[in-house]
């Protein structure tokens, strides 16, 4: 049998665990379903031993059913702040990067005084991109824990050291900190910075480069998992930045999106030239940085829908049939779809969604239409501010992900941005970053630059802009979605206090 490249790709709602081949060729997946726990208004949260369970089970269906594991690298979903006592077990949850309990801790210790904040770290003060804020909140409500933590790390560092009982965390994870500036070409934490959030300097672990050998995997992991001890396991990285190496985006303004729970359109940048609406990361190739314009909701719109709102809907093809019931525009509805506040373009962890226009006429159909619709309008806004910022004005893009596939969404995407939209021939791309740096880790690859490297295959059919009246339509609501949240902005922060009250 072939030698197997294991990527495990942990996001906040599922677990994925891909075997690709030496040529990048998947040849199984198993997917765990994750619960996430929201106990209060702003708390998004997951239990770290149901979460291994669930990984335990998914490794132990697939090396069941594939050759020899040869090597494991990681991609998980970021920011997630876990907390570790001295004998490395959780203390509590792990705060996803959804969780916005945080946010008055940011307020109070970056002040109003955003641009000089960003400055020194590269990234805006928020709960996405200063999980150190997550510390202060503990220590500050959960003193019982806090003086128990020994180390604080990532969910990509929390499953490595399970697998190899060595912790680390990588750059593409501890650009989200607050603690180090992601400006500086050397990954490193800041004592500056330190200082500013009084976090200890013994509780951060090192940083690793996600393509080094952080360790193998232990004989008491390989008896669980049928994975050969003594197998080299990379740290790996931040889920959209593996997609981005599986997609060898290296050169200056490429991009793409990524379409899970989030919606992110991510560009390359060979210098640290920042948008202040983006998240700034260092790239898995050294030299290089990431800039995401992330949107926290717009695949977990439509999980909501199912969930929440229309539990009889399975599917999201079930939600595009009835979408397409409705006709461009929604009857004149929009969607803000700030259902878990929102990080670009707005950035207000307070935000909330709302359907704009309800009246007596409108259907299940032109509401479902409109969260497309909406989720649309937000990766414009996205777009734009690239443009204003770089000059960037791409003719197409590549989508991946599980909604990528969706044709229907799809389309009105190129209708609302004007691009030809395209999509990869499977929809794992973080999965198999995650496992392309675990095979450099294992020598398996000379450098993240071998030209022996797989990367992702792009299909041959794109999707294009349709009638320039579909476009006009599009164009007037997204000029009244513009307007909305500014006008409502006020009315949303003082229903989410009323909330936690």
């Known amino acids: 049998m072939t030698d197997v490249f294991l990527g495990i790709d942990a996001g906040t709602s599922a677990i994925k665990v891909c075997a690709f081949d030496t040529q990048g060729t998947l040849l199984k997946k198993v997917q765990r379903f994750v619960p996430v726990i929201t106990p209060y208004p702003l708390w998004v949260e997951i239990d770290l031993e149901r979460y291994w369970e669930l990984l335990l089970e998914a490794l132990q269906e697939v090396t069941a059913q594939v050759g020899t594991v040869v090597s494991v690298g990681l991609s998980t979903t970021c920011p997630t702040t876990i907390f570790l006592d001295a004998q490395r077990q959780p203390l509590r949850h792990a705060m996803v990067y959804l969780d916005g309990r945080a946010d008055e801790i940011v307020r109070a210790v970056t002040g109003d005084d955003a641009a000089g904040f960003q400055s020194r770290s590269g990234n805006r003060a928020s709960t996405s991109t200063c999980w150190a804020a997550n510390l202060l909140w503990v220590q500050k409500n959960e003193p019982e824990t806090w003086k128990n933590v020994r180390s604080v790390c990532m969910l990509n560092s929390y499953i490595a050291m399970r697998l190899t009982g060595e912790l680390a965390i990588d750059p593409t994870q501890a650009s989200y900190s607050g603690l180090m500036d992601v400006k500086q070409a050397e990954p490193s934490w800041s004592e500056e910075l330190l200082a500013l959030w009084q976090v200890p300097r013994p509780f951060l672990p090192p940083i690793v480069e996600g393509s080094s050998r952080l360790g193998v995997v232990t004989p008491e992991i390989s008896s669980l998992t049928a994975i050969p001890a003594g197998v080299a396991v990379a740290l790996g990285a931040a889920d959209t930045a593996a997609a981005a190496f599986a997609m060898q985006l290296r050169h200056n303004g490429q991009t793409f999106e990524s379409v899970g729970t989030s919606g992110v359109i991510t560009f390359c940048l060979d210098q640290p030239d920042f948008e202040p609406g983006f998240l700034n990361r260092h790239h898995v190739y050294p030299g290089r940085w990431l800039a995401h314009g992330a949107m926290s909701t717009s695949g977990g ?66 509401m479902v239409r409109a969260v497309f619709e909406g989720t649309a309008f937000g990766l414009r806004q996205i777009m734009g501010l690239a443009e204003s910022k770089w000059g960037v004005q791409p003719q197409q893009m590549i989508g991946v992900g599980g909604g990528s596939h969706s044709r229907f969404w799809a389309q009105i995407k190129a209708d609302v941005l004007n691009i030809e939209y395209g999509t990869t021939e499977f929809q794992d791309a973080g999965a198999l970053g995650a496992a392309l740096l675990g095979a450099v880790a294992g020598g398996h690859f000379s450098s993240l630059k071998d030209e022996a490297l797989p990367s992702v295959k792009i299909s041959s059919q794109w999707v294009k802009p349709s009638s320039a009246q579909k476009q006009a339509v599009y164009q007037s609501h997204f000029e009244i979605f513009t307007r909305l949240y500014p006008v409502l902005s006020s009315s949303m922060h003082a229903l989410a206090h009323k909330n936690q009250c």
Do not use: C, M
């Open 301 to 366: 719109s439509f999980g909501w829908l199912q969930s929440k709102i229309w539990p009889e809907v399975k599917s999201l093809a079930e939600l595009e049939r009835l979408a397409q019931e409705s006709l461009p525009g929604a009857n004149g509805l929009i969607f803000l779809p700030y259902l878990a506040g929102e990080r670009s373009p707005i950035w207000d962890s307070e935000a909330s969604a709302a359907w704009i226009g309800l009246r007596l006429s409108h259907t299940r159909a032109d």
